[in-house]
């Protein structure tokens, strides 16, 4: 079965140190990839996301992920991060799973990412 | 582009009554639509998938009869929550999909139940 791991559960960091939110995947096929960010009592914002091709993908507000197929691994990554980051980050696979015919995302558990001043 | 509402955006209610959320895609037309329910610091978890003019497709697990999910057009989707208790009492959210495979997710409803 598909399932999406994220292993660290709360992250702290500096404002202007660097970042990097881990994330796993199992998933027969080749996975459709996303990062979402949802702020408290918010719903959920597209960050980026992987279908295919260049395996390091840029999105919105300075982030970057980059699919490592040997790994099964899309971590998340911004090179300095500001006090309007902290938030809680969601890794997702999108695909057709269980043998069923509707296309769905399985998220993973989140990392919340607090930003230090 | 891609924005997604949903209506009301918290909602208190009586233990026995019923409740509908509206999700709507006010730039695109949605062939799909998903209702997610979120606990408290975890993570979504989908109860549906609605297709425009068919049937929901509910997860395992799901009441159908205690949460009414139509598809009305390729804009709206509505869950009712029936007989509300206080166990439905959560934060739930709704996304749409267009032609891709990226999901849209609306503001999300706070339901609680008194």
Known sequence: AQSVTQPDIHITVSEGASLELRCNYSYGATPY??????????GLQLLLKYFSGD?????????????????SSFN???PSVHWSDAAEYFCAVGGYFGGGSNY????????LLTVNP | GAVVSQHPSWVIC??????KIECR???????????????PKQSLM?????????????????EKDKFLINHASLTLSTLTVTSAHPEDSSFYICSARGDGF??????GTRLTVT
């Open chain 1, 33 to 42: 990839l996303f990062w979402y960010v949802q702020s408290p009592g918010q």
């Open chain 1, 55 to 71: 395996t390091l993908v840029q999105g919105i507000k300075g982030f970057e992920a980059e699919f490592k197929r040997s790994q």
């Open chain 1, 76 to 78: 998340l990554r911004k």
């Open chain 1, 104 to 111: 769905k995302l399985t998220f993973g558990k989140g990392t």
């Open chain 2, 14 to 19: 009586k233990s026995g009554t019923s409740v």
């Open chain 2, 25 to 39: 895609s006010l730039d695109f037309q949605a062939t799909t639509m998903f209702w997610y329910r979120q606990f």
């Open chain 2, 46 to 62: 989908l109860m549906a998938t609605s297709n425009e003019g068919s049937k929901a497709t509910y997860e395992q697990g799901v």
């Open chain 2, 102 to 107: 990226e999901q849209y997710f609306g503001p």
